[in-house]
């Protein structure tokens, strides 16, 4: 962009609204810009924006922005996204860990005995959550450093409760 946008002090939308110093859309104008563009160039579609660029189901977009370095992609999961929206994504992830480990260490609690993965997953999943085994078995550890379980079977993530 050239320093063009400074000095002309409209807006680059063509309504012709004074802007600040520094800016080239009226608030909200941008998003006008946007559609008018997608309208004039590409039928209004962001499919096909994104296509006459290369991008598709087989090269996305959000790989560029992340080979870029404009966006990050999640250290858990597949998620990509600018470093504000990752940060949000990992605090619904930490809440939702958060969650369903207390959720599981009350049902070890209130049962008692002797728990596997698959009866953890089950538990979790009565309980609204969508946990993988790999998780399951990362609490299970956790708990049994925390003394609430005692693995069982050294060969298989069996774990007994130990207290209640």
Same mark, same amino acid.
């Given at each position: 962009?050239?320093?063009?946008?400074?000095?002309?002090? %409209?807006?680059?939308?063509?309504?012709?609204?004074?802007? $600040?110093? $520094?800016?080239?859309?009226?608030? $909200?104008?941008?998003?006008?810009?946007?559609?008018?563009?997608?309208?004039?160039?590409?039928?209004?579609?962001?499919?096909?924006?994104?296509?006459?660029?290369?991008? $598709?189901?087989?090269?996305?977009?959000?790989?560029?922005?992340?080979?870029?370095?404009?966006?990050?992609?999640?250290?858990?999961?597949?998620?990509?996204?600018?470093?504000?929206?990752? %940060?949000?994504?990992?605090?619904?992830?930490?809440?939702?860990?958060?969650?369903?480990?207390?959720? *599981?260490?009350?049902?070890?609690?209130? *049962?008692?005995?002797?728990?596997?993965?698959?009866?953890?997953?089950?538990?979790?999943?009565?309980?609204?959550?969508?946990?993988?085994?790999?998780?399951?078995?990362?609490?299970?550890?956790?708990l049994a450093d925390d003394g609430l379980l005692?693995?069982?079977?050294?060969?298989?993530?069996?774990?007994?409760?130990?207290?209640?």
């Amino acid at each position: 962009m050239t320093d063009n946008a400074t000095t002309v002090n %409209r807006c680059y939308c063509g309504c012709q609204t004074t802007v $600040g110093y $520094g800016r080239t859309f009226a608030p $909200g104008h941008d998003k006008i810009a946007e559609a008018a563009f997608l309208a004039a160039h590409h039928h209004s579609s962001v499919a096909e924006l994104l296509k006459s660029q290369g991008y $598709g189901p087989d090269n996305p977009v959000t790989d560029a922005a992340v080979k870029a370095g404009a966006w990050k992609q999640c250290e858990h999961c597949e998620y990509k996204g600018a470093p504000e929206s990752i %940060r949000n994504h990992m605090a619904k992830v930490q809440k939702a860990e958060s969650n369903q480990r207390e959720s *599981l260490e009350k049902s070890l609690r209130a *049962l008692g005995g002797t728990w596997d993965p698959s009866r953890g997953m089950q538990t979790l999943r009565d309980a609204g959550f969508h946990p993988s085994e790999k998780y399951i078995r990362e609490v299970y550890r956790r708990l049994a450093d925390d003394g609430l379980l005692e693995k069982i079977d050294e060969n298989r993530a069996i774990y007994f409760v130990t207290e209640q």
